[in-house]
């Protein structure tokens, strides 16, 4: 009997973009995967890509303010999340985002190579992903 090996995919949410990473159930090593426009079909294109990488769960990144506080982009982060869930019908979890896009920004710098936005999110995505994975570690997701 051959099992079919899942994976845990995040998501960075924007108002334009989505960036997308991937983490496979046995390494559970985050890398980037895609930027998706954010399009009136966007479930739709996340569930098709669920499916395609046998995603078990989503991470969804959730914004706040510099004190940590709620903002309106936190709010419909959350909206996006509960609606995510229900049309790609995955169990969809919020993680913290805090500085990603930024750590990501200046990683992509430091490289050297040039890059887009859209390169950003989906290294931030990564890092959400790897944050969510650390503080998560003790406990079997896939």
Do not use: C, W
Not at 105 to 133: C, F, S
Request: proline share 3%; charged share 20%.
């Amino acid at each position: 009997m051959q099992t079919t090996l899942t994976s845990i995919m995040a998501l960075d949410v924007g108002e334009r973009r989505i960036g997308v990473a991937l983490a496979g159930s046995v390494a559970k090593l985050a890398q980037p995967l895609t930027t998706l426009e954010h399009t009136d079909n966007i479930f739709q294109m996340i569930a098709e890509l669920a499916a395609e990488h046998h995603a078990s769960e989503l991470i969804v990144g959730l914004p706040r303010g510099l004190d940590g506080q709620e903002t309106a982009q936190t709010i419909a982060t959350r909206k996006f999340a509960a609606e995510l869930e229900q049309a790609v019908n995955l169990p969809t979890h919020l993680q913290d985002e805090a500085l990603t896009s930024r750590q990501a920004e200046i990683e992509l710098k430091v490289r050297g190579q040039p890059h887009a936005k859209a390169d950003v999110d989906a290294l931030a995505a990564t890092y959400i992903l790897e944050d969510y994975l650390k503080e998560n570690s003790g406990v079997s997701h896939v």
